[in-house]
Structure formats: structure tokens, C-alpha cells
């Protein structure tokens, strides 16, 4: 039976670092040599800074993602109001159109009744036939 052995494998140093040759995570490494830092164990005492730095990072985020959502639901109503407004207006001014008096004299022909001719008589009472 064969025995189990390690083999190494073939090295391509260009295979991982992209085209420049020296990815944007490396350079942010070196530049703030956090592998010191985290090998000289926690910093206890900016433990609480950071963490308030991190929670104001989040609120931040969050406002802003907030505000932005608060921006197209004002456009959209914006739209859907002038949208409205122009059906208000084409329908205030159909039904304008449709009470006038040649209007409903026009509609009302089809049924047979007519408009009449002569002036309204006014009726007057006496005072003792109340």
C-alpha cells in the first residue's frame, strides 16, 4: 500500500495580486501595519472609541440609505400629484361643459322633454290666506 505524502504546490506568485502586481488590500496592510497592532494583543483601552466609531459608522449609513428612500417616495408623489391635478382640472371642466344650459337641453331632447318657452310666472299670496 502507498503511503500518504505532502507535496507542495507549484507557486504562481501573479495568480492572486491582479494585473498591477499588488492588490488594494495589501497596500492598505502595509500602510497600516495592523498585523503589529493585533500581534500586541487588543487595545483594550480604544476598545470603547472604536466601538462608538463603528455604531456612528452604522447610524450614519442608515440615515442616509433613510433619507435617500424619503427622496423617491417624495418624487414619485410629486408625479402621482400632477398626475391627479390634471385629472381634477379635464374633469372640473367636462362637467362645466355639461351643466350648461344648451348642454342639458341637448341631452334632454332625446327624452322628449322640451324647454319651455315663455318666463316663470311669479305667484304672490295674499296676507289673510295664510
Same mark, same amino acid.
Given at each position: 500500500?502507498? *503511503?500518504?505524502?505532502?507535496?507542495?504546490?507549484?507557486?504562481?506568485?501573479?495568480?492572486?495580486?491582479?494585473?498591477?502586481?499588488?492588490?488594494?488590500?495589501?497596500?492598505?496592510?502595509?500602510?497600516?501595519?495592523?498585523?503589529?497592532?493585533?500581534?500586541?494583543?487588543?487595545?483594550?483601552?480604544?476598545?470603547?472609541?472604536?466601538?462608538?466609531?463603528?455604531?456612528?459608522?452604522?447610524?450614519?449609513?442608515?440615515?442616509?440609505?433613510?433619507?435617500?428612500?424619503?427622496?423617491?417616495?417624495?418624487?414619485?408623489?410629486?408625479?402621482?400629484?400632477?398626475?391627479?391635478?390634471?385629472?381634477?382640472?379635464?374633469?372640473?371642466?367636462?362637467?362645466?361643459?355639461?351643466?350648461? *344650459?344648451?348642454?342639458?337641453?341637448?341631452?334632454?331632447?332625446?327624452?322628449?322633454?322640451?324647454?319651455? *318657452?315663455?318666463?316663470?310666472?311669479?305667484?304672490?299670496?295674499?296676507?289673510?290666506?295664510?
Amino acid at each position: 500500500m502507498a *503511503q500518504n505524502s505532502l507535496k507542495s504546490a507549484p507557486s504562481n506568485s501573479s495568480s492572486n495580486t491582479g494585473s498591477a502586481g499588488v492588490s488594494m488590500f495589501s497596500y492598505i496592510e502595509r500602510f497600516l501595519n495592523l498585523e503589529a497592532v493585533v500581534n500586541s494583543g487588543l487595545p483594550e483601552k480604544h476598545l470603547f472609541r472604536i466601538l462608538f466609531v463603528i455604531v456612528i459608522a452604522i447610524v450614519y449609513i442608515a440615515n442616509t440609505h433613510m433619507a435617500e428612500r424619503n427622496v423617491r417616495m417624495l418624487n414619485s408623489m410629486k408625479s402621482e400629484v400632477e398626475d391627479l391635478r390634471a385629472d381634477y382640472t379635464t374633469l372640473k371642466s367636462e362637467l362645466v361643459v355639461g351643466l350648461k *344650459q344648451s348642454e342639458v337641453a341637448r341631452r334632454v331632447a332625446s327624452m322628449g322633454l322640451e324647454e319651455s *318657452q315663455s318666463p316663470p310666472v311669479k305667484i304672490k299670496l295674499e296676507e289673510d290666506e295664510h
